[in-house]
């Protein structure tokens, strides 16, 4: 087949006579990376390390990788061929069509909660040891972990911040947190024009903290990106909200969907845009729903506290887990199912009874464990999400990203110190 494209894929096998230390250092080489995200290579996934190549291009990177130390192989790109070298191998499709041709690329979460925990543990204790300082690298780490155990299409997604960006970044929100406090307790005047100021710098912090977040977020080597002029945040975080406050709740559900529009609409992947078309009616009948359940909630209660204090409050605790999942769930499949990029489309398909079992396991068991199941209940929820999330397209990704990384180029190299510094946690 003389037209057939390849994907390089490889699985974490070694060529006999190799050291496997000196192979993961040869990666790093050849790849200019990070030992971290070697690591991850070699724990016998299928990982798509170049895809979209035609046959001479494909021999090549075989040859440099058989040097290296690391047996690849080759893979006929599309859909039919992955399902079937799935097949193969025993184990699940990563992408199926359907009768009208879409492709459904499921997303998929391989991390655990042991081998989490220990990442966790361990970011902990030093940033209490360093007084907080240790905290930007754990955030690396943290975000690492989950970015590279999430995967689509045989690919996991990266996280390329440096800590010593985010701890400037962090040192200066510190600062201007210490001056304030200090001038609300000692020249209150001072502390409300400091309060005010911090209002009107806020549009200007989300957007930089967006597009840090986005610039630093890669999948197959192509970076995301966030930009948004900040008259346009300050409408849908300080305008829009203020409105719905003065509507005593009226507008809330307008304010809420300005601004996941604002956030989805101008972020994009490589040199295409994703586009938002959730109506503001969609969420009114969610905020209503919502409203509805509160009320039924409140009605029962004041029956219930009649015969029972003690019925009372459980009825009121089985009231938040219901409101609170309810709309989690409402909310994300309604975020997921109007995003798109270009001619792919989004699939959320969050279930109510699942995920309000999701909650409260993880609340419990987080409760009765003094904290200590975060890092479990982190991974359960990161693997719930990406069971039940799914990208559909006519497309195949890899030729789609092939072509993104033409259009890229070294773009992101040239406008990597826009970016200066990271707000938040």
Request: some cysteine; charged content about 15%.
């Amino acid at each position: 087949m003389p037209d057939s494209r390849y994907d390089v894929v490889f699985y974490g096998e070694i060529v006999d006579g190799f050291d496997l230390e000196q192979v993961k250092a040869n990666f790093v080489r050849l790849f200019a990376t990070t030992e971290e995200r070697v690591e991850r290579l070699f724990r016998g996934r299928r990982v798509t390390l170049k895809p979209d190549l035609d046959e001479s291009t494909a021999q090549h990177y075989l040859r440099e990788l058989k040097r290296a130390g690391a047996h690849a192989k080759l893979e006929v790109t599309g859909a039919i061929a992955a399902l079937a070298n799935t097949a193969a191998q025993g184990g699940d499709a990563a992408a199926v069509t359907d009768d009208s041709g879409l492709r459904h690329y499921p997303f998929q979460f391989s991390g655990n909660g042991g081998e989490y925990f220990r990442i966790w543990i361990v970011n902990l204790l030093l940033s209490i040891l360093t007084l907080g300082i240790y905290s930007a690298w754990a955030k690396v780490r943290n975000k690492r972990y989950f970015y590279g155990n999430t995967s689509l299409d045989g690919a996991s997604f990266d996280y390329l911040a440096n800590p010593v960006t985010i701890l400037k970044g962090r040192l200066i929100a510190v600062g201007f947190f210490v001056l304030y406090s200090a001038a609300g307790n000692l020249v209150p005047l001072l502390g409300a024009l400091l309060g005010l100021l911090m209002m009107v710098l806020l549009p200007w912090i989300i957007v930089r903290s967006l597009a840090f977040n986005a610039y630093n977020s890669a999948h197959r080597n192509i970076r995301f990106g966030f930009d948004a002029p900040v008259w346009e945040a300050f409408k849908a975080f300080v305008g829009w909200p203020i409105l719905a406050v003065l509507t005593l709740g009226v507008l809330a559900p307008m304010a809420f969907c300005k601004q996941q529009r604002f956030v989805v609409e101008h972020h994009s992947y490589g040199q295409q845009q994703f586009s938002f078309h959730a109506s503001t009616r969609d969420y009114v009948m969610l905020f209503l729903a919502v409203i509805g359940i509160g009320v039924a909630i409140a009605a029962l209660s004041a029956v219930l506290g009649a015969l029972s204090p003690a019925l009372m409050m459980l009825w009121w605790g089985a009231g938040y887990l219901a409101i609170f999942a309810y709309f989690s769930v409402h909310s994300t499949n309604l975020l997921y199912n109007n995003s798109a990029l270009g001619e792919h489309v989004f699939r959320a398909q969050l279930q109510l009874p699942s995920y309000a079992r999701l909650y409260l396991v993880n609340t419990v068991a987080t409760a009765l464990t003094l904290g200590l199941f975060i890092p479990w209940a982190k991974v359960r929820t990161a693997r719930y999400l990406a069971e039940h999330v799914s990208l559909l397209s006519t497309a195949d990704l890899g030729a789609v990203a092939a072509a993104e990384q033409a259009d890229v180029g070294v773009l992101g190299e040239e406008v990597g110190d826009v970016f200066g510094y990271e707000f938040g946690v």
